[in-house]
């Protein structure tokens, strides 16, 4: 960066004044919190986390050092929401994600659901792929489709559902030549995303757990190993006694003691 660029000195101290006015602001509302999920408290924290942002930032371009705060990204999370309090109307997202996996059982499905229907005779429309999910999708619902996916031939990728709040409920017809265009993440109450990516993760979490478990399995071995040569020496040192007992029943010539006949 060239010095040109760079802030100055007055705009960090100031960058820096306001992260301070941003944590009391923070705090008050944190003490006068009225509940659980208090707008006032979700406000604080986003001014909070814009100001130490925007200070850590001009404190880098300015003395290359960065503050110890961890700011969420827009990678990690949604970005704040700022939508209306109490929607009237919500738009529902989704989108799933499929590969082909088996074309001859999707287009066999097609054949069935044309078969059944008298009107589409002759149109023949199961034989491509590109004819059978127009078919399968135009008969069936999304929903069924997600739940029947191998049936159709069908392998699942990812898929995600955003929920976002509208002030009012659009106008019939009003955004279907562009039916994602106007979907605002500030706007999203919520959103659910389901990945292989998430499976991978719990995968390897299991992984290691087996890891932990086979070492496990190796120290019980091991224990059970040192435990059968402890008896082994146990019973050695039995028999030894025994010899040295035997051994013991002889005079001083080292001649064997004949017993005493009783009398």
């Known amino acids: 960066m060239s010095d040109a660029a760079q802030p100055t000195a007055a705009e960090v101290r100031a960058a820096a004044e306001a992260v301070k006015t941003a944590l009391d602001r923070h705090l008050a509302a944190v003490e006068r919190r009225s509940g659980e999920d208090?707008?006032?408290?979700?406000d604080a924290f986003n001014q909070l986390a814009a100001a130490a942002e925007?200070?850590?930032?001009?404190?880098?371009?300015?003395?290359?050092?960065?503050?110890?705060?961890?700011?969420?990204?827009?990678?990690?999370?949604l970005p704040p929401y700022t939508g209306p309090?109490?929607?009237?109307?919500?738009?529902?997202?989704?989108?799933?994600?499929?590969?082909?996996?088996?074309?001859?059982?999707?287009?066999?499905?097609?054949r069935r659901v044309e078969a059944a229907d008298d009107e589409g005779a002759g149109i023949e429309a199961?034989?491509?792929?590109?004819?059978?999910?127009?078919?399968?999708f135009g008969e069936f619902e999304a929903d069924e489709i997600a739940s029947r996916h191998k049936e159709f031939g069908l392998e699942e990728g990812d898929s995600t559902l955003w929920v976002?709040?509208?002030?009012?409920?659009?106008?019939?017809g009003e955004w279907l030549e562009a039916p994602f265009e106007?979907?605002?993440p500030q706007r999203v109450v919520c959103r659910f995303d389901v990945s292989a990516v998430f499976d991978d993760e719990f995968d390897d979490g299991l992984e290691d757990d087996e890891d932990d478990d086979e070492a496990g399995a190796g120290d019980v071995e091991e224990l059970e190993?040192?435990?059968?040569?402890?008896?082994?020496?146990?019973?050695?040192?039995?028999?030894?006694d025994e010899d040295v007992d035997?051994?013991?029943?002889?005079?001083?010539?080292?001649e064997p003691v004949r017993p005493e006949a009783n009398r």
């Open 38 to 42: 208090d707008p006032a408290v979700y």
């Open 54 to 77: 925007a200070y850590d930032e001009l404190l880098y371009d300015r003395y290359d050092e960065v503050t110890p705060f961890e700011i969420p990204g827009a990678d990690d999370s």
């Open 85 to 110: 309090d109490e929607p009237n109307a919500l738009s529902v997202l989704i989108r799933r994600d499929y590969a082909v996996a088996e074309p001859q059982r999707l287009m066999a499905q097609a």
């Open 126 to 136: 199961s034989g491509t792929v590109h004819g059978a999910l127009g078919l399968l």
């Open 164 to 172: 976002t709040a509208a002030d009012e409920a659009a106008e019939p």
């Open 182 to 184: 106007q979907a605002d």
């Open 225 to 240: 190993e040192l435990e059968e040569l402890e008896e082994l020496e146990e019973d050695l040192d039995t028999d030894l």
């Open 246 to 254: 035997e051994d013991d029943d002889r005079d001083e010539d080292g």
